[in-house]
C-alpha cells in the first residue's frame, strides 16, 4: 500500500488489456449523448419513433456523425470507441429485438453459433488475454 | 437489537429471469442453473429474514448518464420492477423498510460514508433475478428489501476496500438498531463475465472459485484485490464481484459456507452462487480502528 495513488498509472494500464474498452470518464464524456440517446430507448414511443426512421431520429441528438453512422450499421466495436458504454448500447439490442448475446457476438471475430458453441464450452479463456505488453 | 443473520451471494444475468417467467427454468440449458438453488431456497424458507440489505447494481435503468451515485440506499416504501426495454418483469413490488433503511443511511454518514438516499426509484434485473432466484415466484415477496445500489459502471467504481468496509459499517448500523429483526445481506452480480469488445466471452472458473474460496472463512485478503485484476482475469463486467464484497464486509472476522454453486455459462455470464452465514456473530468494530485507519484508507496498489 501506498499513500498516494497515481490516477495516471490506474487509467494508462486499462489500456493494455486486449480488446477491452473500459467505460472511463473519459469515455463517459465522450459518449454522454450517445449513451442518452440509447437510454431513450427505453420508452416504447421512442422505439416506435427510431424504427420508423432512425436518420430522424438520430439527428434530434447531439450526436457526431460518426456516432450516427456506428449506429445505423449497429458497429458495436465502433460505438464503444466512441464512448458508448454495453448497457446502454443494450438499448438498440432490445429496440432491434436481438438477444444480448447474439448482440455481444458481433463484437467478436466470431459469428453467433461459433460464439455459443464457445459459451457451451466453457467460455473464452483468459489465456493469453490478460495483457497485450506481458503477452499473457 | 437487529442483527445479521447470513449473507448470500448470488449472480444476476437477466437471462435467468426471463426463463423463470417463461417458465423454461427446467429446460435442459437452465436446469442445472436452477438446481444449485434448490438448496438455497429450502434453506430460505427455513430461515426467512425479516429484511435483507440488497446490495446490486443497476444496469441503465434507474440512474443513466446524467448522475452516478457510487452508494446509494433505498429508504423508500416500495419499488416498482423496472422496464427494461421489453416491458417490466411480471413479479411483485418490492417492500421497503425505512425505517430500518434511514437508521442505515445515518449511520453510514455518521461513519464516513457518505450515501446518496432514493426515495423513489425501480429496480431492474440486478434486483429482483436474485429474489427469483431464491424465492421462486410468489404472489409478494416474503421479506422486505432494502436496496443497496453500486456504481460499478462507470471508471473508477469502489475500491473492493472500501466495499468491504462499507459491509462492516453496515453491520454496525444493523447492530445498533433497536427493533428485534433478523437481517440479511446479499450481494449480487459477477462472476466472470465480458460483455462487449472483442475479448467478449471471457470466462475465468479458476479465478472465479479462488474468489469463492476465499470468501469463506477469516481471509480478507479479497478487499486488496485492484481493479485491474478484476479486468484481466475476468472480464470487463466481472468488476460486480466487489459488491460481493461489501456482502463479506457485514458478515464480521469469520464466515462458515452453507452451500455453494459454480456453473459455465448462462448466456455469456459465469454463474456463481454462497451462502454464508457469520461464525463468532462479533460486530466489527468501529471505523476508527479499521475503515478509518490509514492503512484501510490508503489506495491499493
Known amino acids: 500500500m501506498t499513500d498516494k495513488r497515481d490516477i495516471h498509472a490506474y487509467l494508462?494500464?486499462?489500456?493494455d488489456i486486449p480488446g477491452t474498452?473500459?467505460?472511463?470518464?473519459?469515455r463517459a464524456r465522450q459518449g454522454y449523448h450517445l449513451n442518452q440517446f440509447a437510454m431513450s430507448l427505453m420508452k416504447p414511443d421512442n422505439r416506435e419513433r427510431f424504427r420508423a426512421d432512425e436518420k430522424a431520429y438520430l439527428d434530434e441528438w447531439k450526436l457526431t456523425d460518426a456516432m450516427k453512422a456506428a449506429v445505423l450499421r449497429r458497429d458495436y466495436n465502433a460505438l464503444l470507441d466512441l464512448g458508448g458504454n454495453v448497457y446502454f448500447l443494450s438499448k438498440i439490442f432490445s429496440t432491434d429485438g436481438v438477444?444480448?448475446?447474439?448482440?455481444?457476438?458481433?463484437?467478436?471475430?466470431?459469428?453467433?453459433?461459433?460464439?455459443?458453441?464457445?459459451?457451451?464450452?466453457?467460455?473464452?479463456?483468459?489465456?493469453?488475454?490478460?495483457?497485450?505488453?506481458?503477452k499473457r | 437489537m437487529a442483527r445479521i443473520t447470513a449473507g448470500v451471494a448470488t449472480s444476476h444475468v437477466p437471462l435467468l429471469g426471463v426463463a423463470a417467467d417463461q417458465g423454461k427454468a427446467g429446460d435442459e440449458y437452465f436446469a442445472p442453473i436452477f438446481a444449485g438453488y434448490e438448496w438455497s431456497r429450502e434453506w430460505i424458507a427455513r430461515n426467512l429474514p425479516d429484511v435483507i440489505v440488497l446490495v446490486y447494481n443497476d444496469h441503465a435503468s434507474a440512474f443513466d448518464m446524467k448522475i452516478i451515485p457510487t452508494f446509494a440506499i433505498g429508504c423508500g416504501e416500495s419499488y416498482a420492477p423496472a422496464d427494461e426495454g421489453w416491458g417490466p418483469r411480471e413479479v411483485p413490488d418490492v417492500e421497503g423498510h425505512p425505517d430500518l433503511a434511514w437508521h442505515i443511511a445515518q449511520s453510514l454518514i455518521l461513519d464516513e460514508f457518505d450515501m446518496t438516499i432514493i426515495n423513489e426509484m425501480d429496480v431492474d434485473h440486478g434486483l429482483t433475478v436474485p429474489l427469483t432466484m431464491m424465492f421462486g415466484a410468489p404472489d409478494k415477496w416474503p421479506c422486505k428489501v432494502i436496496p443497496l445500489a453500486v456504481n460499478v459502471v462507470t471508471y473508477p467504481p469502489p475500491s473492493g476496500n472500501r466495499c468491504w468496509a462499507l459491509g462492516e459499517a453496515i453491520a454496525r448500523a444493523v447492530d445498533s438498531f433497536a427493533e428485534?429483526?433478523?437481517v440479511q445481506i446479499w450481494g449480487t452480480g459477477g462472476m466472470s463475465h465480458q460483455l462487449q469488445g472483442p475479448r467478449a466471452g471471457l470466462i475465468n472458473r479458476e479465478w472465479d472459485n479462488m474468489?469463492?474460496?476465499k470468501l469463506c472463512g477469516?481471509?480478507?485478503?479479497?478487499?486488496?484485490?485492484?481493479?485491474?485484476?478484476?479486468?484481466?482475469?475476468?472480464?470487463?463486467?466481472?468488476?460486480?464481484m466487489v459488491m460481493w464484497l461489501i456482502m463479506r464486509g457485514a458478515l464480521g472476522r469469520e464466515t462458515r459456507a452453507l452451500h455453494r454453486h459454480y456453473h459455465v455459462p448462462c448466456s455469456n455470464t459465469a454463474i456463481g452462487h454462497l451462502v454464508l452465514e457469520p461464525v463468532d456473530g462479533t460486530v466489527p468494530p468501529s471505523p476508527r480502528i479499521e475503515g478509518n485507519s490509514p492503512a484501510a484508507q490508503a489506495m491499493i496498489e
Open chain 1, 99 to 134: 438477444s444480448f448475446a447474439e448482440a455481444v457476438s458481433t463484437m467478436t471475430d466470431m459469428d453467433f453459433p461459433t460464439y455459443r458453441d464457445m459459451m457451451n464450452k466453457g467460455g473464452r479463456s483468459p489465456e493469453g488475454v490478460r495483457s497485450i505488453k506481458d
Open chain 1, 12 to 15: 494508462g494500464e486499462f489500456d
Open chain 2, 180 to 182: 428485534d429483526l433478523d
Open chain 2, 218 to 240: 477469516t481471509s480478507d485478503d479479497l478487499r486488496h484485490i485492484p481493479h485491474i485484476e478484476y479486468l484481466r482475469e475476468t472480464g470487463s463486467e466481472g468488476i460486480e
Open chain 2, 211 to 213: 474468489f469463492l474460496d
Open chain 1, 21 to 26: 474498452r473500459v467505460f472511463t470518464a473519459a
